[in-house]
């Protein structure tokens, strides 16, 4: 059982030693982990998701049988329900690290079959206007939308209708709301399609339009289950 940074880095230590850790359980928040940008700011300290990817794939690779792993970003969709869009766009960043550690770390040429995917959009999130094509990073947050708006980036649902709350705040801020249309204490799933990456063996059969429950029965059928 861990619950910090070191803790997780004393088990990895053991495990590159060659020496047997068995099981490992993790928690180490409370609640919901941070999100990336309040990170550092846990006295205990809380791993990347990068960091347990890593840890998780060297110890998951031990077995001969092979095995599942997932990952999940969790705290995309939190801070889309809350229109931060700064923290939405880090988390995936994030996220987008946890996925190249998977790619560097596994042979997805012969026999891991990596697949990336969502289970729902929140919260309609667009980009708007038409901002120079030089804008990037921060400067999504602090830059207007030419043609179009102040906000580059806007939601359809959600707290951020209330612009009151914003007063004050740089619009770079990690707790600034981006402007959401219709008002409610959290932005609302959508039916938008997600998209779904697939690398490996069959990742051919992660191609087109699908419907989301066969993403499930396609990653069955490759691990031989019912």
Known sequence: YVQRTSDLDAVRADLDAGRDVGKVLGLFSADDMAYEFDRHEDPWGEPSLEEMTRFAIALLERNAKGYFLLVEGGRIDHAAHENLARHMVNETLAFDRAVKAGLEL??????????????????????????????????????????????????????????EQQEGLATDAAEYRQPALVPGTSAAHTGSDVIAYAAGPTAEEFRGTIDNTDIAKKMMAYLGLD
């Open 106 to 163: 596994t042979d997805e040429a012969n026999d891991t079959l990596i697949v990336v995917t969502a289970d729902h959009e929140t919260g309609g999130m667009s980009i708007n206007g038409y901002p120079s094509v030089e804008i990037g990073g921060d400067d999504l947050f602090r830059e207007p939308a030419g043609i179009g708006g102040p906000h580059i980036i806007t939601f359809a649902t959600g707290p951020g209708a209330n612009r």
